[in-house]
């Protein structure tokens, strides 16, 4: 890798990884008026070829079973259909949500109870989701076989594929229009004041020492690594997800719902007669960084059946294409890290998505650079999600994590 040098030896802000957090941080940060500061985007790897960010599905759902998570996303859908009026830009293309929506579905009287639970939270936050009986979803959706299924959750307003990676390179080019600087680099260690209760610089692997007044932990699946050089541990660790996109030898009449299969796999819609699936191993254990090998078998011997089962026309499938990603897995509970150390408080975390960063990201990185401009919220509260529960070992559970 190519190490870039810093223009700077001191920054008012360094963020730790250039993918959609650390991007999108530094573009809310950078439009804000009221900071003035010099920004630092540290990112390993450039072509962002592992990028969690690029191997992302690229949906949106509001079906979550906290109230602050269905507000989150309803900012990202708002984000992403005025991009050029957020950005103040008109270069920027209108953007769309493909509403396809997420059509979950329950075999068991416990997995309808939770979707019954979450309908009710969404419905306090606003969301358009509806609970869909047997009857109803065989009428709506006629390809699906329904005979073990008890319930279905399904919303089709703002839920479905955006265009994340067109979000993502604007936000990085309007950032670096403003100021924001990009640098290609690994940073070894994070230096400390001899208090022990500030970051005051970042090592490169160059060698080259980089004081910063803020430090933010963007670093996705890596973030344990990069919360350890400040002596921080963080329950968040890679665990891979395997996307399959296939075309159909018979293509369903109507779009397909984003469907999560009580198995766990899930499909959905991409058009012109493709689909696309995902799903990961039944043990789903930490890997290493660098691991993206396939696994075959878990296709032929589970999602492809699972698939055909659910959706008969699906038996005649041939793959287009196939890859595996890693989530920043919090195993915790599945929910989001996020604002100051409560001893280090000028380390900011930005951390443990369980799979669902690119579409809180707008929320987050606008979140995140309030914070280290104002040290306090002034839109979304995002203090639920703080460090302190991961020290107290009080989580808040996701339990619609795909």
Request: with cysteine; aromatic share 10%; hydrophobic share 40%.
């Amino acid at each position: 890798m190519s190490t870039d040098t810093p223009k700077s030896t001191n920054y008012d802000v360094i963020i730790i990884g250039g993918g959609i957090m650390g991007a999108s941080t530094a573009c809310f940060l950078s439009q804000n008026k009221d900071f003035q500061g010099k920004i630092l985007v540290i990112e390993r790897d450039p072509t962002y070829e592992f990028a969690s960010t690029s191997h992302t599905n690229s949906c949106m759902r509001q079906q979550f079973s906290t109230g602050l998570n269905v507000r989150i996303s309803q900012f990202a859908a708002d984000y992403v259909k005025n991009l050029g009026r957020y950005l103040s830009d008109s270069r920027i293309p209108k953007l769309d949500i493909q509403n396809f929506g997420y059509m979950y579905l329950a075999d068991t009287e416990e997995m309808a109870a939770t979707l019954r639970t979450n309908h009710a939270v969404q419905q306090a936050a606003g969301a358009a989701t509806q609970l869909m009986s047997r009857e109803q979803i065989a009428a709506a959706y006629p390809f699906y076989a329904l005979d073990n299924i008890l319930l279905g959750s399904i919303n089709t307003v703002d839920e479905g594929f955006f265009d994340g990676q067109a979000v993502f390179d604007w936000q990085r080019r309007i950032s670096r229009e403003a100021g924001v600087e990009y640098i290609a680099a690994e940073v070894t260690a994070l230096n400390k004041n001899t208090r022990g209760n500030r970051i005051e610089s970042v090592t490169l692997s160059t060698g080259q020492t980089v004081s910063c007044g803020q430090l933010v932990n963007a670093t996705g699946p890596r973030a344990a690594r990069t919360a350890a050089m400040a002596g921080l541990s963080l329950p968040v660790e890679p665990r891979k997800r395997f996307t399959w996109v296939f075309r159909a030898e018979h293509p369903l009449e109507q779009p397909l719902p984003l469907t999560i299969d009580p198995s766990g796999v899930h499909v959905r819609e991409v058009g012109g007669g493709t689909y696309m699936a995902g799903a990961h191993t039944e043990e789903d254990p930490a890997v290493a960084f660098d691991d993206f090998a396939m696994d075959h078998s878990l296709w032929e011997n589970h999602v492809w059946p699972m698939i055909a089962t659910r959706i008969p026309q699906f038996e005649a499938i041939k793959i287009v294409s196939e890859w595996a990603g890693h989530y920043a897995y919090n195993t915790l509970d599945q929910n989001a890290i996020t604002g100051p150390h409560p001893d280090i408080s000028n380390f900011l975390f930005l951390n443990g998505f369980s799979g669902h960063g690119l579409q809180q990201s707008p929320a987050m990185g606008r979140g995140t650079a309030e914070w280290l401009t104002y040290g306090s919220y002034r839109s979304l509260d995002l203090s639920a999600f703080h460090y302190e529960r991961i020290a107290a070992n009080a989580p808040i559970l996701e339990k619609a994590v795909i």
